[in-house]
């Protein structure tokens, strides 16, 4: 039986959880958590992804997905992300604090949602004679 590289181990089970089969995933660390031999440093990350598939099941169900047409990649909301987001907030010489950048943010979505009044629908808005927009 030729070695398995730790490369060739994560190209399979990815293969496998592209095609709906998780659930082997889940298994197959469930033994190596159980193996004498799994070095005991290499246990809590077993664990944590053995945790993470096990919470997450119902959501990788990608085989299924796949038949019903349904977009499996991130790269839709990588798009959306760039054209939303990245276009508007990475200006030539724009810096903003991770607050200042988190409320322009909730503005920015709720006028791309037209959400954008429903912001303000319990305050009453009013304008001061200082205001450009007066």
């Given at each position: 039986?030729?070695?398995?590289?730790?490369?060739?181990?994560?190209?399979?089970?990815?293969?496998?959880?592209r095609?709906?089969?998780?659930?082997?995933?889940?298994?197959?660390?469930?033994?190596?958590?159980?193996?004498?031999?799994?070095?005991?440093?290499?246990?809590?990350?077993?664990?944590?992804?053995?945790?993470?598939?096990?919470?997450?099941?119902?959501?990788?169900?990608?085989?299924?997905?796949?038949?019903?047409?349904?977009?499996?990649?991130?790269?839709?909301?990588?798009?959306?992300?760039?054209?939303?987001?990245?276009?508007?907030?990475?200006g030539?010489?724009?810096?903003?604090?991770?607050?200042?950048?988190?409320?322009?943010?909730?503005?920015?979505?709720?006028?791309?949602?037209?959400?954008?009044?429903?912001?303000?629908?319990?305050?009453?808005?009013?304008l001061?004679?200082?205001?450009?927009?007066?």
């Open positions: 039986m030729p070695h398995r590289t730790p490369q060739a181990w994560f190209e399979r089970l990815r293969h496998q959880l095609h709906g089969y998780a659930h082997r995933i889940i298994q197959e660390l469930n033994c190596l958590l159980h193996y004498r031999s799994t070095p005991e440093s290499a246990k809590p990350t077993l664990q944590q992804v053995h945790d993470y598939l096990t919470t997450h099941q119902e959501h990788l169900r990608y085989r299924e997905f796949k038949k019903q047409g349904w977009p499996i990649g991130s790269g839709m909301v990588e798009s959306a992300c760039k054209g939303l987001i990245a276009q508007r907030f990475k030539v010489r724009m810096r903003w604090s991770e607050d200042g950048f988190n409320y322009l943010l909730h503005l920015r979505l709720a006028w791309v949602n037209q959400r954008f009044d429903s912001l303000f629908s319990q305050e009453s808005l009013t001061s004679s200082d205001s450009p927009n007066h």
